[in-house]
Structure formats: C-alpha cells, structure tokens
C-alpha cells in the first residue's frame, strides 16, 4: 500500500498570506494526486486533480505541483473563506488519503 | 445538478449488519465508477470502496475486506454498501462519491452528505 504523508498538520495565516501544504508518497505515483478542502460538517470539495490541474469552478489563487513521491498544494493571497482541513489523495493504487492539514486564518 | 444522497445509517451492536444507500440524480449513473469513503468524528478520511461502472470490479480497504461488499443498481441510479460484522472501529459518517470522470480517473468530484454509522453495546 502507498502511505501519503502531509505536513505541517495545521497552519496558521494572516489574510493575504501565501500557504505551502505538501504531501508526500511512501512510492512514486507520477501525477496521480488530488487535493480536497473540507470545511467543518461538509463533505470533501475537489480542488486540484492530476497533481496540478484546477477543478472548475475553483479559485486561481489555489495550485498544486510536483510529480513522483513529493506534490504542494499552495493558496497564494489566502482569504477568511479558506479557513478548512486540506486533505491530499493518490489514485495510483487503492486510493488513500493524507492525513490533513488544517488551515487557521489568523 | 449533480447530487448524491446518502442513507442507511445508523446504531448498530458489534457484530450487528447495516445496508447503506446512496441514491444519485443529474448525471448519466452508469458511466460512472462510485466510491465509499468514511471519517470518524473529527478525524482524517478514510477510502473504503469503490465500484466499476457496470458493477463488475470491486475494491476494498483492508481494514473492511471481507466484511463490507459494495454494489449498485443501474436502473434505480442507487449504490450500496452492505455492512456486516460491523466493529467498534467502523464508527464513522460514511460518504458515497462519484468519480469525475467516465474513465475512472480515481478522484471524486461530487458528494453524499454522508450517513452516520455508530458501532455500539
């Protein structure tokens, strides 16, 4: 089984600010990455497939990138609504998620 | 609109069964793999299921394999999820989704609401 890794476990940020969540595979899965925002008693929202592809409908201040074992999800110029838990997934194998990562707005 | 709807849940003793539902509207159903995944309260995700779209391959978590059998019926756009030997650590809100795509990229693009299930003496 591919083991993904996120880190940190939760941020903290100012509105404006630029945040850097990263997710890491245990084995390469090219792209096969996606990134969800779940927002407390909500279901997960797709944000990034394909490891950097904006899912329509999303916010261009979201973006993902890498390939291989290391992927990034950053929100520049980060705003109040993006206050959630960012959840990566690989679709490589049996799909696993990561752990989390709760985004606070200071 | 796209909307899936979730339903089944429940409290259930260990070793107890629940059929979860999920029944979907605004798409064409049958072009489309379907997943399960779950989260306990206040916790990370958790994938769990999924299945092709004409039901013939299935995939499971682990931790459910041979306990947990997933299906779908075409002709009434509904997915299911038949839960037995359920364990304490079962608890969890269960979510159906729906890939994003016909060709099954693995990621979902739309969600259940969930449907609680509570493993409990």
């Known amino acids: 089984d591919i083991q993904m890794t996120q880190s940190p476990s939760s941020v903290s940020a100012s509105v404006g600010d630029r945040v850097t969540i990263t997710c890491r595979a245990s084995?390469?899965?090219?792209?096969?990455l996606a990134w969800y925002q779940q927002k407390p008693g909500k279901a997960p929202k797709l944000l990034i497939y394909?490891?950097?592809s904006l899912q329509s409908g999303v916010p261009s201040r979201f973006s993902g990138g890498g390939s291989g074992t290391d992927f990034t999800l950053t929100i520049s110029n980060v705003q109040p609504e993006d206050s959630a838990t960012y959840y990566c997934?690989?679709?490589?194998?049996?799909?696993?998620f990561g752990g989390g990562t709760t985004v606070e707005i200071k | 609109e796209v909307q899936l709807v979730d339903s089944g849940g429940g409290v259930v003793q260990p070793g107890g069964s629940l059929r979860l539902s999920c029944v979907a509207s605004?798409?064409?159903?049958?072009?489309?793999?379907l997943y399960w995944v779950r989260q306990v309260p206040g916790k990370g995700l958790q994938w769990v299921s999924r299945?092709?779209?004409?039901?013939?391959?299935?995939d499971y978590a682990d931790s459910v394999k041979g306990r947990f059998t997933v299906s779908r019926d075409n002709t009434k756009n509904s997915l299911f999820l038949q839960m037995n030997n359920l364990r304490i650590e079962d608890t969890a809100l269960y979510y159906c989704?729906?890939?994003?795509?016909?060709?099954?990229?693995?990621?979902?693009?739309?969600w259940g609401q969930g449907t609680l299930v509570t493993v409990s003496s």
């Open positions: 989704s729906k890939d994003m795509s016909p060709n099954s990229s693995g990621w979902s693009d739309s």
């Open positions: 605004g798409f064409t159903f049958d072009d489309y793999t």
């Open positions: 299945i092709s779209w004409d039901g013939y391959s299935t």
């Open positions: 084995q390469g899965i090219s792209n096969w």
């Open positions: 394909a490891a950097s």
């Open positions: 997934q690989q679709a490589n194998s049996t799909p696993r």
